[in-house]
Nanobody, 123 residues
Framework: QVQLVESGGGLVQAGGSLRLSCAAS????????MGWFRQAVGKEREFVAA????????YNEDSGKGRFTISRDNAKNTVYLQMNNLKPEDSSVYYC????????????????WGQGTQVTVSS
């Protein structure tokens, strides 16, 4: 059974940093494109960043460019999202997801989802 488990969320002040992790089990992570999404209360789920199977290619949503970095360690079956210079508007539940596609931005193209980890940024 495929399982994605996020960790690393929490409460941080504006300007601070967090590193989210997504551990994959029952899944050969290297054959999947992986992504991060977020969903704030009352809003739709939105794309944050994606990374290719090998990790050589990445794509970020505009608001995260220069602040968020996605990476992966296929030997550990883990995907990361380093978030720097966090802003209150970054507060959301963050989800990782696995896709058969490379660098997809649409949630509908992701097959597997984690349960999410809460990130709260105080002003």
């Amino acid at each position: 059974q495929v399982q994605l488990v996020e960790s690393g969320g929490g409460l941080v002040q504006a300007g601070g940093s967090l590193r989210l992790s997504c551990a994959a089990s029952g899944l050969i992570a290297s054959v999947y494109g992986m992504g991060w999404f977020r969903q704030a209360v009352g809003k739709e789920r939105e794309f944050v960043a994606a990374i290719s199977r090998s990790g050589s290619d990445t794509y970020n949503e505009d608001s995260g460019k220069g602040r968020f970095t996605i990476s992966r360690d296929n030997a550990k079956n883990t995907v990361y999202l380093q978030m720097n210079n966090l802003k209150p508007e970054d507060s959301s539940v963050y989800y990782c997801a696995g896709s058969f596609k490379t660098l997809p931005t649409a949630a509908s193209l992701y097959r597997y989802w984690g349960q999410g980890t809460q990130v709260t940024v105080s002003s």
